[in-house]
């Protein structure tokens, strides 16, 4: 059976939603508001998927 995504994918992009998630759940800790929250989020998703594709190499 062949499957569609490959490890590293998986890992590539587990590691960015975990990081997203962390980043989302401290900012609203932190007494922001929740769209505050969603925004940084967002960001630390967006920077941190081309780095961890970068740091896990093929």
Do not use: C
Request: glycine share 6%.
């Amino acid at each position: 059976m062949r499957t569609t995504v490959t490890v590293r994918t998986a890992v590539v992009l587990l590691l960015t939603v975990l990081t997203a998630t962390a980043a989302g759940v401290l900012v609203a800790l932190a007494g922001a508001a929740l769209s505050g929250a969603a925004l940084a989020a967002g960001a630390a998703l967006a920077t941190a998927l081309p780095l961890f594709d970068a740091l896990i190499d093929e």
